[in-house]
């Protein structure tokens, strides 16, 4: 993923790694400009349940992540992980939202594995247990990433859960 992949470039770079060319003298400044200059040309839109066009750029979806419902049955907004004004439009019922809320362990937890049972109650998400999510979400923000200057230490910066063993 782009988050490790970007901490083992600078690590590497710092180590005075050959494989790595760079002649600048802020090699994560020009990897989050590379990276927010990409990313800005990627943008995505949903149709909201009014009927409105809403407009998301590529590091707002991102952000957004750990927010975006999986669930066919909530509204195009919380698919989207809106929040804010922006969820105005939705119109869900109690017991919906009481779904998204309770769901959060399951959007936290990226793997998925197919022998794992789904058929949980309302009640049962309630708390992170085997198979139906985890606490915190990972870290993949690469942006507060390379903002930070990659100081590994910082809480925001901890290896995300895709980093692979030894790597």
Known sequence: NILDTSARIIRRHRESDTSISYNGDDIARDMLQAYLDTAGECELSYTNSNGDIVQLGFVEVTARAFRLSFDPYHCAELRWGAKGEELNSCQMDSVKWKWYENEQFLRNQI?????????????????????????????????????????????????????????
């Open 111 to 167: 793997e998925r594995r197919y022998e794992d049972r789904m058929g949980f109650t309302v009640e049962e998400l309630t708390k992170p247990g085997p198979g139906n999510g985890v606490i915190e979400p990972p870290v993949i923000d690469v942006v507060r990433f390379l903002e930070s200057g990659t100081d590994r230490s910082h809480p925001s910066n901890r290896p995300s859960a895709y980093t692979a063993a030894g790597q």
